[in-house]
């Protein structure tokens, strides 16, 4: 493993105001908005122990991980797999009050959601509430779903006050008793977009704990270009025009509609495109690529660590992302690619969903078509090829928008005043 297990009882010894952060996997490449948040918060004199429901399966991991101190430690993935530390934890903490308590909670949770899932989340919430450090002071879970569901009963069992940052999925796909129930108990919550909030407000019996955050972009990781070359239009059948996508291959990505889309551009237009990503439907899109006759002009690289995400976008032309809402509710929130393609002022064609219209103002900072439809995904496509003008002017005011809105070392200061840093040793990430 790339990052040995370790129990929560560490040798040295952690401040009273240390955060517990419940994360789902720790670290992902997928998930770099939530290392840009946790090296921010740990630049500005946040204490933080980090607790993963699962072990890390990426073969790499990005440069921005390395710089992160904080200690890791694994509840057990599968309580079948390490059952004496479940039974451990059980019997040190059943008599509790505050045991009882979660007890109830869970057993009414279990009625309503009688999963093998609820039941694994139960006792991984047992494990974090007897292991964790008398030193810590709350807990902060990343994601409302599976994340949020174990913060919950491990911060009743301790009597500590506990909090979220929701996303999408976590929003998107969990019934509306549980949102319901868990922002009844929650301290407070953060979510990085206002369609977001807006859902979340309605469900709330006290709207006011939850609160717009935006993720933002570590701009110091992204330095503003001078200057960028858009002069390639497809007609040059050696220098085709590059078009790019960063994301997993999961349904709401799109990514079926955009191979449909790629083949819809007139025969005479001349184009290479380049997904990077894993995701669980890869190889059905390769297959769908050899079906649609297009493979010889993609190149998929897989998942790729952040710089390697850079270079490609500083030598592409056109980032498109065709999010749309899946069959099960999930969608994107604003996914934090479409910053980073702004930031290297490559000209953006999404859709219109979910936050993606609070960054890409349709003709002003990026184009934006209606999700599920190839065939306009492929008209604004051909446009933004074919011209450059259009791509440099997107592209200029793209990356001013970003800067001017979306830096974050700007929004992620009202997350340092929730978490109890009342006065940041420093507001610099870099």
Known sequence: MLYPFRRFK?????RNDTVAVVLKGYPRLSETFIAQELLFLQNNGVKMQFISLRHPTDKARHPIHNEITAPVSYLPEYLYQEPLRVLKAWWSVRKREGYRVARKIWLKDLR????????????????????LPDEIGSLYAHFLHTPASVTRYAAIIRDLPWSCSAHAKDIWTSPEWELKEKLQDIDWLV???????????????????????YHGLDLSRFPKLSSRDHSRDGSDTSDPVKIVSVGRAVKKKGYDDLLHALVDLPPELNWQ????GGGPLLEKLRELADTLGISDRIEWLGAQPQQQVIETLRSSDVFVLASRIA??????????????????KVAVLSTNVSAIPELIVDGKTGLLVEERDPAALATALQALCQSPEMRTSLSDAGDDYLRNKFDSTIVNQSLLTKLGVHSPASTSVA
């Open 327 to 344: 069959e099960d509710g999930d969608r994107d929130g604003l996914p934090n690619v479409l910053m980073e393609a702004q930031s290297q």
């Open 273 to 276: 495109f380049t997904h990077i």
């Open 10 to 14: 560490l040798s040295s010894p952690l």
């Open 191 to 213: 979510t990085c977009t206002s369609f977001n909030a807006a859902y979340l407000k309605k469900l709330a019996a006290d709207p006011d704990k939850i609160e717009l955050m």
């Open 112 to 131: 309503r959601d009688l999963t093998p899932n609820r039941v694994r989340r139960f006792g991984q919430a047992l494990v974090l509430a007897e292991e």
